[in-house]
């Protein structure tokens, strides 16, 4: 049994794993949910198949992890930092970030419907045809986001600064008031025309 297997089943009785650090650990259909975490760093380890719904991130670290096939739903993180991870294709629905700081994430084909992203950094990463209907983004930042093709539809960007993402081929509702007053480069303005079905000519 490795040592997050015995650290994840000493924590089911308390409900509870904190100040816990492990690096390179390989996890494969275990059950992480309904538990809490706080100050607990993992760094370069690999999920397969684990499911971690409902679960509570409190000041936690994700390394240069990889996730495959894990589910992630109406899970809670607070004050916590994911960097250089690969999660393409999990899923986040109903889940809530609040002060976190994303990047270097790749997440394509993901599902965030109905996620919040509260006061969350979000740089340089990769939701290339993520699920994002509903999302709201409260006092987030957005630097080098990748949304090509990603669905948008109901999700609320109100003075969100989009000028250094990436938007082609995003979906939007009929009248695009998903993008109303969000700020965008004018190099982005073609997108959005297109999007409308206008004719943008030279």
């Known amino acids: 049994m490795s040592s997050l297997e015995e650290a994840l089943l000493a924590a089911r009785d308390e409900e509870e794993l904190a100040f816990g650090q492990f690096v390179r650990e390989t996890a494969a259909e275990l059950d992480f949910s309904e538990i809490t975490y706080r100050r607990t760093e993992f760094r370069q380890c690999r999920f397969t198949g684990c499911d971690f719904s409902g679960a509570s991130f409190y000041d936690c670290t994700f390394s240069e992890c990889a996730f495959s096939a894990c589910r992630f739903p109406e899970g809670y993180w607070k004050d916590c930092k994911l960097e250089g991870c690969k999660a393409d294709g999990s899923d986040f629905r109903k889940s809530r970030f609040k002060d976190c700081a994303l990047s270097g994430l790749l997440l394509r084909y993901g599902n965030f419907a ?54 082609d081929g995003i979906s939007l509702s009929a009248s695009c008031k998903e993008l109303r007053g969000a700020r965008i480069h004018s190099s982005q303005a073609a997108v959005v025309a297109r999007i409308l079905g206008l004719e943008v000519v030279p």
Do not use: Y
């Open 114 to 167: 109905e996620c919040a992203f509260e006061r969350t950094a979000l740089a340089e990463c990769d939701f290339t045809e993520a699920f994002l209907q509903g999302c709201r983004f409260p006092r987030s930042t957005f630097r080098k986001v990748d949304f090509t093709k990603a669905e948008l539809f109901r999700a609320e960007l109100e003075k969100a600064d989009l000028s250094s993402c990436t938007l």
